[in-house]
């Protein structure tokens, strides 16, 4: 699966797994780590933890066969690494603490619909 597909379906599960601001980051040009930065927040631990799931179940319902999971323990920042694309899955309170967006601010933030 290319890259453009790749996060096109994480961003529908993230739709249907109820995420809130969604943002899409292009880094292509600036490491060669992946090529999309996706993040998301959820309304609580339990929420965080649901959408990241819902992410590696669709994913996988597309031909993904491999996710890499970071933080499912801790439920409050969820790294669901899937080479290509990369996603963020964060409580509100994580997400402006750690403020990754302002990180990669010099990389083309899409938004949700991957359109800039």
Known sequence: MQAEQLKDVVINALENGKAQDI???DVKERTSVTDY???ASGTSNRHVRSVADTVVKEVKLNG????NIEGADASDWILVDLGDVVVHVMTTASREFYDLERLWR???NLGAAGSE
Do not use: R
């Open 64 to 67: 993904v066969p491999k996710a």
């Open 23 to 25: 943002s899409v980051i």
């Open 106 to 108: 010099d990389a083309p």
């Open 37 to 39: 930065m996706v993040l």
